[in-house]
């Protein structure tokens, strides 16, 4: 997964255009993306979740535990996103995210 020059952070208008369903190039931002911002590298994690109450990220770097790493929504827009999480940590590490990362979702 390469890393991209900043962070795969959706704008206002990222979420207008999703919410208006003319968003053509949302694989670049939904999902996981490793970024880097000056000298910090990391990840970030972007889902549509419209009916979750919480969203977290979960998986064997925090023993599954859905409330160590929770995501926060993107206004009304059903978009869910986390902090970028640094390189070192243990969801990062590993190049291929998918195989260590999933979402937790609680619905309202």
Sequence with gaps: ??????????????????????????????????????????????????NAQSVSVIGDFNNWQWNTHPMQPQGSSGVWGSVPMPANSPAVKDADIKALVRFALSLK
């Design 1 to 50: 997964m390469a890393t991209t020059a900043s962070p795969a952070l959706l704008t206002d208008y990222d979420l207008h255009l999703f919410s208006e369903g003319t968003y053509y190039r949302s694989y670049e931002k939904f999902g996981a993306h490793l970024v880097r911002q000056g000298r910090q590298a990391g990840a970030v994690f972007t889902v549509w979740a419209p």
